[in-house]
């Protein structure tokens, strides 16, 4: 199968990317010039590069009707740590987004899967499931909730199948180091303190590999409409912190109530994860002690080769 491919070079695309790989999929690549391709250095070969900024139509867009794509997988958006709540880079993508959908119906492209956030949903009822009525409160969240919409409405018109799979946490190996696994991890290695708050803030982390099979389910079941990508299971801030702290035995560097919580920040997110097993099938191979094992050894990797 022809797979349009954007998003890449990102963390979540470049373990998406692999697993396309494995399904043998024929993968096209939209890339940016300047990008840093350090994420899927080692599986170029098995990728067909499209040059172009996702931002810049004119760049790419005769080369997306060239290819006709069978599938379409758009992961690019705008997600630098402590920025992409409320950048103004939302609105950017969002454009390009639309533009990406509005082709592959030109193109007749059957399948056009994109990514959504946990942060569409309101975030106040506590176990969220494709049902839980939507309330986005930041840029982010409302770009992203208005692709969703934009995206299905021309999946109606032109009879083009769509999948939104909406992530919730992830973590592993190719995480930007400022977020929260890597940043205390990397921390506790440098044998170094490490800030937080109390931590009573629920989570529903999904290690990366588990997070792309997901992603890869969903796109070759081709389910349509929305689909949460999480574990399903609830885990505190400070439990996690303090998992990490064990199994590096450093639990002493680990500061709670240092930093005070962001006034925006839910004190309670977990998917419900039902649709997502039941239509495809999909089961996480990696537990979350096992997957905090797999990066802080891949964190100690990067340190050891800088």
């Known amino acids: 199968m022809k797979v349009f491919l954007t998003g ?4 979540i695309g470049a373990h998406v990317a692999r697993q396309l790989i494995r399904a043998d999929c024929e993968i096209y690549c939209l890339v940016r010039k300047e990008s840093n391709l350090w994420r899927i250095n080692d599986i170029i070969p098995s990728l067909k590069i ?16 060239e290819i006709q794509p069978e599938a379409c997988i758009n992961l690019a958006w705008f997600a630098e740590p402590g920025l992409y709540l409320n950048g103004m880079q939302n609105l950017d993508i969002l454009t390009a987004s639309i533009k990406l959908a509005s082709l592959a119906a030109r193109s007749r492209c059957p ?6 956030s946990c942060f569409e949903y309101d975030t106040s009822i506590g176990y969220l499931s494709e049902s839980t009525p939507v309330r986005p409160e930041s840029l982010y969240a409302s770009s992203k909730l208005a692709f969703k919409l934009v995206l299905e409405q021309i999946a109606r018109d032109c009879g083009m199948k769509a999948g939104w799979a909406r992530l919730f946490y992830q973590f592993g190996p190719f995480e930007q180091k400022s977020r ?29 590999d588990d997070v792309a099979s997901a992603i890869a389910a969903v796109f070759l079941n081709q389910i349509q409409g929305e689909v949460n990508i999480g574990s399903g299971k609830p885990i505190t801030i400070h ?3 303090l998992k990490i702290g064990t199994l590096l035995g450093r639990t002493e560097l680990l500061e709670f109530g240092a930093l005070p919580y962001r006034p925006v920040d839910p004190m309670f997110i977990c998917a419900n994860n039902q649709r997502l097993r039941e239509t495809t ?14 990066s802080i050894q891949w964190w100690q990797e990067q340190i050891r080769s800088s």
């Open 180 to 208: 929260l696994i890597p940043s205390v991890i990397c921390s506790l290695l440098a044998n170094q303190k490490q800030k937080l708050t109390k931590g009573e803030q629920v989570r529903d982390y999904l290690y990366i």
């Open 281 to 294: 099938g999909w089961k996480p191979a990696i537990d979350l002690e096992e997957g905090l094992l797999r």
């Open 50 to 65: 499209v040059r172009g900024d996702l931002n810049n139509p004119f760049e790419w867009e005769n080369l997306f009707l």
């Open 111 to 116: 399948y056009f899967l994109s990514v959504g």
């Open 8 to 11: 890449a070079t990102g963390f």
């Open 239 to 241: 439990d996690l912190s």
